[in-house]
């Protein structure tokens, strides 16, 4: 039997992506008055992410990528 660590959301790189996504929509919080253009700005704050944020995310959690020309 192998217990799995207590969560932690400084681990989980998803944790600074919604982190980044409602800061984005709280920034435009006078547009989301009109409730008819509230799904509008949800798909535009989540098209605000960009690989290199997710890359960034993914490293502060202590994961890292492989080069590409190294082999595995």
Known sequence: LVFLPP???????????????KSWLRRREAQA???????WLIHQAILS?????AHGWIGN????????????
């Open 33 to 39: 008055t009109n409730h008819a253009i509230r799904p």
């Open 61 to 72: 959690c202590g994961y890292f990528f492989a080069e590409e020309n190294d082999e595995l």
């Open 49 to 53: 992410v960009t690989d290199t944020m």
């Open 7 to 21: 969560y932690s959301p400084d681990f989980n790189p998803i944790e600074q992506a919604f982190h980044s996504i």
